[in-house]
């Protein structure tokens, strides 16, 4: 039986947070991975996190969780934490937790989680649409749709 893979790459999403400032911050993501070798894990590339309240970019939902934010606009929604381990403390050495050239209010890492990836500790590229999600070249045989031409 073929093993499942669970990679998801937002490009270009806009993510609108909105938690109320009467509860405790929210989280943007919470992925699963329950071991270094098992292919998931979340990459935004492109796009912008906005909105009201404050949330955190992600918490663990397993010991291994890996979220990537590429490239992304951060507004002030961000906390400056911007990660929590959950049920996960203990387990940060193996979260792979990244900000990769993203810019705004919310993109200062100087008050993250000391177990953040510097963006020099991970191969960035091993994240890109070509390597991430399509290493096996499965989307290569995906029947695209011709556009037609109104111009």
């Not at 990679?7 to 071991?35: M, W």
Request: aromatic fraction near 14%; include cysteine.
């Amino acid at each position: 039986m073929k093993q499942r893979d669970f990679f998801y790459l937002f490009q270009e999403c806009v993510i609108n947070a909105t938690q109320d400032s009467s509860k405790p911050p929210g989280f943007i993501t919470a992925q699963r991975r329950n071991s270094s070798t098992e292919p998931s894990g979340f990459v935004f590339r492109g796009g912008e996190v906005t909105g009201i309240g404050k949330v955190n970019l992600g918490r663990a939902y397993g010991p291994y969780s890996r979220v990537i934010f590429w490239e992304t606009y951060l507004s002030s929604v961000v906390l400056s934490g911007g990660w929590d381990p959950w049920k996960y403390g203990g387990h940060e050495k193996n979260f792979i937790y990244a900000e990769v050239d993203c810019t705004g209010p919310g993109s200062n890492t100087q008050g993250r989680v000391p177990w953040e990836k510097k963006p020099n500790e991970i191969n960035i590229n091993d994240y890109s649409l070509s390597s991430f999600i399509n290493e096996d070249r499965w989307l290569n045989n995906i029947p695209t749709i011709q556009k037609k031409d109104y111009s």
